[in-house]
C-alpha cells in the first residue's frame, strides 16, 4: 500500500485526537477549488508521523466532484452506489431507510439539505480543536462555502452512548503497517484501497477523469491511455450516517423486561439482556467467552469464533448485533470458508458519538437533547460490504435460521399489509425453550447519511488545481 498516498482516516482511528468536528459542506455559489488548494498541505496522509494537535481529512459527494469540475463521464465511473447518493429511493430501499428513517426526515443528505464533502478534523484538546476549527471557518467563509457543524468524539473510554465499548473489532488490512493483532482477519489491500488486488485476487476498479491541462505523466494518474487519469487510485468510499440514538428507551426497555421476568437482581438482568442484543457486555467482553456476567477483559478482545464455542447460540443469541455484522466462522461447511465469505463484507468502522451523555443512574429518563453515533465506514465497495452488511446481515428478517427479527440495535421498522408498524421481537436461544422478547423499541433513528469519496493525496491535488 502506498501509504504516503492514502488519507490517513483509512489507517488511523486517531485515538490521540480524541476531539473533533465534521464539517459538511456546500459549494453552492462558492469556491470550492480554491478552497481545497488552501487546506491541501493541511490533509494527513497514511504514513503522518507529524506531531501534529491535529488531524484533517476531506471527502467528497458525488454532487461535491461534479462541482470540482468532474463531468458525467467521469461520474459515471464510480460505484453506482456512491453516484446515485444515500437518499436516492433505490438505496433507501436497500438501506432499509422508510417510515421514520425515510431520506424526508433527515437534518442532512437529503434533497433539501445536500451534502458536497465532509470534512473531518481531529484534534488533541478541546482548545485545539476551537483554535484550528476557527481558522477553517474563516476560509470556508472567505470562499462562499457554507458548513453545517457537528461536534463529534470518542466518548469515554471508546463507549457508545448505550454504554459499550465500541470500535473495536477492526479487519487487519495488508499493507497498513500496523502490527496485526490477534484473531484480526487479514484482508487483501483491495478491500478498503482502490486500486489493488481484492479478496477475489482481482484488481478493483478504479474510477477516472479526463487528464486535465498541466496533469503531468504519472504512473498512477495514467490509466493506459493518454485522454485519462486514474483518479480513485489509492481512494476508498466513505460511509457516513448519523444515527440518533434513544438511550433512555433502549435501557428501559431492558429493565422493564427484567423486572417482567422477576429478576432477584434486576440491574444486572437489564445488563445482561442489553449484552445479549449487542453480543459484547459494555467492557467489550464478547458473550461467547462470559455468557453469565461481565468479567475484566482478556489483553485481546477479538480473538474469538462462534462456531466451536457457541454453534448454537446458546452463549451469543444469533440475532445479537456483533453476531449479525459480522458472522466471522458461523456459515459455511468450515470454518475456514466461513471466515473466508465473512471476510468479503468486512468495514473499517471509525464512528464517534455525538450530544453529551446522558447522566443519571440506569435506568435514566430522557432529557430531550438529540445524541448518537456519527457512524463512519470506510470500503472499497459500497455494494459488496457496506451495504450487505446492512441489508443482508442486519436489516434481514431471514438470519442464522432466524424467520421475523432484524438486529435487535440499529434493525429498521417492518409494516403490515396495512403499513401498519408490526412489532419487533428479539430472540435468546435456550434449553429446553428459547426466550421471546417482544415489543423491542427501534432505540436507533436515521438522521442524516451520504456516500463520500476519500481521494488519495495526488487526487486531491488534481481535484484542485488539475495538475499532479
Ligand atoms: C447507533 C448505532 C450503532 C451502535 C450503538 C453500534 C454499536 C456497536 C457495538 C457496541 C459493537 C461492538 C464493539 C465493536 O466490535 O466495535 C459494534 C460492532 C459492530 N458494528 Fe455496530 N453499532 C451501530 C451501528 C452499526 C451499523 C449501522 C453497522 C453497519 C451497517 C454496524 C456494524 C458493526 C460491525 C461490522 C461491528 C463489528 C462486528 C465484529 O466484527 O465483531 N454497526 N457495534
Same mark, same amino acid.
Not at 435487535?408 to 417492518?414: L, S, T
Given at each position: 500500500?502506498?501509504?504516503?498516498?492514502?488519507?490517513? =482516516?483509512?489507517?488511523?482511528?486517531?485515538?490521540?485526537?480524541?476531539?473533533?468536528?465534521?464539517?459538511?459542506?456546500? *459549494?453552492? !455559489?462558492?469556491?470550492?477549488?480554491?478552497?481545497?488548494?488552501?487546506? =491541501?498541505?493541511?490533509?494527513?496522509?497514511?504514513?503522518?508521523?507529524?506531531?501534529?494537535? $491535529?488531524?484533517?481529512?476531506?471527502? *467528497?459527494?458525488?454532487?461535491?466532484?461534479?462541482?470540482?469540475?468532474?463531468?458525467?463521464?467521469?461520474?459515471?465511473?464510480?460505484?453506482?452506489?456512491?453516484?446515485?447518493?444515500?437518499?436516492?429511493?433505490?438505496?433507501?430501499?436497500?438501506?432499509?431507510?422508510?417510515?421514520?428513517?425515510?431520506?424526508?426526515?433527515?437534518?442532512?443528505?437529503?434533497?433539501?439539505?445536500?451534502?458536497?464533502?465532509?470534512?473531518?478534523?481531529?484534534?488533541?484538546?478541546?482548545?485545539?480543536?476551537?483554535?484550528?476549527?476557527?481558522?477553517?471557518?474563516?476560509?470556508?467563509?472567505?470562499?462562499?462555502?457554507?458548513?453545517?457543524?457537528?461536534?463529534?468524539?470518542?466518548?469515554?473510554?471508546?463507549?457508545?452512548?448505550?454504554?459499550?465499548?465500541?470500535?473495536?473489532?477492526?479487519?487487519?488490512?495488508?499493507?497498513? !503497517?500496523?502490527?496485526?493483532?490477534?484473531?484480526?482477519?487479514?484482508?487483501?489491500?483491495?478491500?478498503?484501497?482502490?486500486? $489493488?488486488?481484492? @479478496? $477475489?485476487?482481482?484488481?478493483?476498479?478504479?474510477?477516472?477523469?479526463?487528464?486535465?491541462?498541466?496533469?503531468?505523466?504519472?504512473?498512477? *494518474?495514467?490509466?493506459?491511455?493518454?485522454?485519462?487519469?486514474?483518479?480513485?487510485?489509492?481512494?476508498?468510499?466513505?460511509?457516513?450516517?448519523?444515527?440518533?440514538?434513544?438511550?433512555?428507551?433502549?435501557?428501559?426497555?431492558?429493565?422493564?423486561? @427484567?423486572?417482567?421476568?422477576?429478576?432477584?437482581?434486576?440491574?444486572?438482568? @437489564?445488563?445482561?439482556?442489553?449484552?445479549?442484543?449487542?453480543?459484547?457486555?459494555?467492557?467489550?467482553?464478547?458473550?461467547?467467552?462470559?455468557?453469565? @456476567?461481565?468479567?475484566?477483559?482478556?489483553?485481546?478482545?477479538?480473538?474469538?469464533?462462534?462456531?466451536?464455542?457457541?454453534?448454537?447460540?446458546?452463549?451469543?443469541?444469533?440475532?445479537?448485533?456483533?453476531?449479525?455484522?459480522?458472522?466471522?466462522?458461523?456459515?459455511?461447511?468450515?470454518?475456514?470458508?466461513?471466515?473466508?465469505?465473512?471476510?468479503?463484507?468486512?468495514?473499517?468502522?471509525?464512528?464517534?458519538?455525538? !450530544?453529551?451523555?446522558?447522566?443519571?443512574?440506569?435506568?435514566?429518563?430522557?432529557?430531550?437533547?438529540?445524541?448518537?453515533?456519527?457512524?463512519?465506514?470506510?470500503?472499497?465497495?459500497?455494494?459488496?460490504?457496506?451495504?450487505?452488511?446492512?441489508?443482508?446481515?442486519?436489516?434481514?428478517?431471514?438470519?442464522?435460521? =432466524?424467520?421475523?427479527?432484524?438486529?435487535?440495535?440499529?434493525?429498521?421498522?417492518?409494516?403490515?399489509?396495512?403499513?401498519?408498524?408490526?412489532?419487533?421481537?428479539?430472540?435468546?436461544?435456550?434449553?429446553?425453550?428459547?426466550?421471546?422478547?417482544?415489543?423491542?423499541?427501534?432505540?436507533?433513528?436515521?438522521? &442524516? &447519511?451520504?456516500?463520500?469519496?476519500?481521494?488519495?493525496?495526488?487526487?486531491?491535488?488534481?481535484?484542485?488545481?488539475?495538475?499532479?
Amino acid at each position: 500500500m502506498e501509504r504516503a498516498d492514502v488519507q490517513g =482516516l483509512m489507517l488511523f482511528a486517531y485515538r490521540q485526537h480524541p476531539r473533533s468536528r465534521f464539517f459538511l459542506l456546500r *459549494f453552492a !455559489g462558492g469556491n470550492p477549488r480554491e478552497w481545497l488548494r488552501r487546506v =491541501l498541505t493541511d490533509v494527513t496522509s497514511g504514513d503522518e508521523e507529524k506531531h501534529e494537535p $491535529y488531524r484533517f481529512n476531506v471527502a *467528497f459527494s458525488a454532487r461535491g466532484l461534479a462541482a470540482l469540475g468532474l463531468d458525467e463521464e467521469d461520474l459515471l465511473t464510480f460505484q453506482r452506489e456512491f453516484v446515485q447518493g444515500m437518499s436516492h429511493p433505490e438505496r433507501s430501499h436497500v438501506l432499509g431507510d422508510r417510515y421514520s428513517d425515510a431520506p424526508e426526515q433527515w437534518q442532512w443528505g437529503n434533497e433539501a439539505e445536500p451534502v458536497d464533502a465532509v470534512a473531518m478534523l481531529y484534534a488533541q484538546s478541546e482548545e485545539d480543536l476551537h483554535g484550528r476549527s476557527a481558522e477553517l471557518e474563516k476560509l470556508l467563509e472567505k470562499f462562499g462555502i457554507a458548513a453545517r457543524i457537528e461536534d463529534v468524539a470518542l466518548g469515554e473510554g471508546g463507549r457508545e452512548h448505550f454504554g459499550f465499548a465500541d470500535g473495536l473489532a477492526q479487519p487487519f488490512v495488508k499493507g497498513s !503497517g500496523r502490527k496485526r493483532k490477534p484473531g484480526e482477519s487479514k484482508l487483501a489491500t483491495g478491500e478498503l484501497v482502490l486500486g $489493488y488486488e481484492n @479478496a $477475489y485476487g482481482k484488481v478493483n476498479e478504479v474510477p477516472s477523469a479526463k487528464r486535465r491541462r498541466g496533469t503531468r505523466e504519472h504512473p498512477y *494518474f495514467v490509466a493506459g491511455s493518454t485522454s485519462r487519469v486514474q483518479l480513485g487510485h489509492n481512494g476508498t468510499y466513505l460511509v457516513v450516517r448519523k444515527l440518533r440514538q434513544d438511550v433512555a428507551g433502549f435501557w428501559q426497555y431492558c429493565w422493564d423486561a @427484567a423486572r417482567a421476568e422477576q429478576a432477584p437482581d434486576v440491574a444486572a438482568r @437489564a445488563k445482561l439482556i442489553a449484552a445479549r442484543m449487542v453480543g459484547r457486555w459494555p467492557n467489550g467482553v464478547p458473550l461467547v467467552e462470559a455468557p453469565e @456476567a461481565e468479567r475484566p477483559p482478556r489483553a485481546s478482545l477479538n480473538d474469538f469464533g462462534f462456531r466451536e464455542l457457541d454453534p448454537d447460540g446458546l452463549r451469543c443469541p444469533f440475532g445479537s448485533h456483533i453476531r449479525r455484522a459480522n458472522p466471522r466462522d458461523m456459515f459455511g461447511e468450515t470454518a475456514k470458508e466461513g471466515l473466508r465469505d465473512a471476510n468479503l463484507h468486512r468495514l473499517v468502522r471509525r464512528g464517534r458519538a455525538y !450530544g453529551p451523555k446522558l447522566a443519571g443512574e440506569l435506568p435514566q429518563r430522557d432529557d430531550g437533547v438529540e445524541r448518537g453515533l456519527y457512524f463512519v465506514a470506510l470500503n472499497a465497495d459500497l455494494r459488496r460490504q457496506f451495504e450487505f452488511v446492512q441489508q443482508t446481515w442486519l436489516n434481514s428478517c431471514k438470519f442464522a435460521g =432466524l424467520s421475523d427479527e432484524r438486529d435487535p440495535i440499529v434493525g429498521k421498522d417492518a409494516a403490515d399489509a396495512e403499513e401498519r408498524i408490526v412489532p419487533r421481537p428479539f430472540t435468546v436461544q435456550a434449553r429446553p425453550l428459547r426466550q421471546r422478547h417482544s415489543h423491542v423499541p427501534k432505540v436507533v433513528h436515521v438522521r &442524516g &447519511g451520504e456516500y463520500f469519496f476519500l481521494p488519495g493525496m495526488r487526487a486531491l491535488n488534481y481535484l484542485c488545481d488539475g495538475s499532479d
